[in-house]
């Protein structure tokens, strides 16, 4: 299901592996290479997460120095502006690093305090919103969509436990040709959730529920509609009182328009109807919705990795549903609620037009990993997020190497 011949498509990437060679790493002197920074990273940061997760404020500086080259050589190959990562791993100590620049104009260098859009992982936060629900017994998984939603096809044999896993069938809408078309003629143009939903459900179901595994952005503007439905009241503002205000995550938001705190990157993409590569820091992500709108920054995100793998703000019997991965067809990769398992590494990743994110945890050994990039321009089919956080756990956790992502069709 292709947008069109000459470009691939548009959508808020997933997970999963691809065939690419890996880009080897090997052990350098102790230096940092030109345009890394290394970040100094407190016991107890700035904004008071506190220390429970850190036991030394460096990896050492050798193994440091690897993962400075490993992640420079990665953004010099695959042509990435600026990358941002930060690695918490107790015990050992922790990393966080910018390098290249956030802004290709004016050279301006990429830094660790930037806000980044982070895309598909507004889903984490969509469907936690809607388990917290759960909890409150206001819904429950097993509910048809029908009950809350009119007019969604098939939908009195789709539960919203399906929709959460990526197993409903529903056409996704960013598939569609003419939401392609009308998104990238005017980027600053509004989408209701109504709207988008109008693209997706114009051509047939492409499985019956609960049968296979398909990433589709509808899913969860369906789930986002729930919680609008059940509580009265807009997403935004029941995902900040009931999400981001117990997480203490005091640097995300669901924005209404364009808007878009500073500091940030320039974001730079190829999704255009050219082809040619321009500056999408100010699209509105309306079209993304509960699927791929929110802003963070690395240090919320890694304040959330652990908090969404680990069931903070749900009761264990709900996280336990929410962990609960299926297949998804993909080497190494399993699909839960909302959330997937990458080799061992819990979280979920986030791609759409000029920024990339990989906010994951890694239970066995307690580890944190965050990158954010300023661009989602592939290399070699691959999305370059997914092409620093390999190469970054292939010197970390070389038993939990992450999985990757690509752009779904």
């Not at 939908?155 to 996704?172: D, V």
């Amino acid at each position: 299901m292709r947008h069109s011949s000459y470009r691939r498509p548009l959508v808020a990437a997933l997970l999963a592996a691809t065939v690419l060679a890996p880009m080897t790493t090997t052990p350098a002197a102790a230096f940092h290479p030109p345009g890394v920074r290394p970040t100094p990273v407190h016991a107890t940061d700035r904004d008071g997460y506190g220390s429970d997760d850190e036991a030394t404020d460096s990896l050492g500086p050798a193994l440091s120095a690897r993962l400075d080259k490993a992640v420079e050589d990665v953004r010099k190959q695959a042509g990435i502006p600026g990358v941002v990562v930060g690695l918490w791993m107790p015990g050992k100590g922790n990393y966080v690093r910018a390098t290249g620049v956030a802004d290709k104009a004016t050279g301006k260098p990429m830094s660790a305090d930037d806000y980044v859009r982070i895309g598909s992982e507004t889903k984490t936060f969509t469907v936690t919103a809607l388990l917290e629900l759960v909890d409150r017994h206001r819904v429950r998984l097993d509910d048809l969509i029908s009950r809350y939603i009119p007019g969604v096809p098939n939908g009195r044999h789709i539960t919203l436990r399906q929709l959460a896993e990526m197993r409903s069938g529903l056409f996704p809408y960013t598939s569609d040709a003419d939401f392609e078309h009308d998104l990238l003629s005017d980027p600053q143009r509004f989408f209701t959730p109504r709207e988008l939903l109008a693209y997706g459900f114009k051509h047939p179901n492409t499985f019956a529920p609960g049968t296979q595994f398909e990433y589709s952005n509808t899913n969860l503007i369906l789930l986002g509609l729930v919680v609008e439905k059940v509580t009265g009241r807009k997403l935004r503002d029941i995902i900040d009182e009931r999400v981001l205000r117990p997480a203490r995550l005091r640097h995300t938001l669901f924005p209404k328009g364009n808007e878009f705190p500073k500091p940030h990157p320039q974001g730079y993409t190829d999704q255009t109807l050219s082809g040619e590569v321009a500056n999408s820091t100010n699209w509105n992500p309306s079209w993304a919705w509960a699927a791929g709108a929110m802003i963070s920054n690395l240090q919320d995100l890694r304040h959330w990795a652990k908090v969404v793998a680990t069931g903070t703000l749900l009761s264990p019997e709900t996280q336990a549903q929410r962990l609960k991965t299926l297949p998804t067809g993909f080497p190494g990769t399993t699909y839960g609620l909302g959330i997937f398992n990458a080799s061992g590494w819990i979280g979920h990743n986030g791609s759409l037009p000029g920024y990339e994110t990989v906010t994951v945890y890694l239970p066995s050994k307690k580890a944190t990993l965050v990158v954010m990039l300023n661009t989602d321009i592939t290399y070699q089919g691959q999305e370059p997020s997914t092409l620093v956080a390999r190469a970054v756990t292939e010197i970390v956790t070389p038993d939990n190497v992450y999985a990757g992502a690509v752009v779904t069709p």
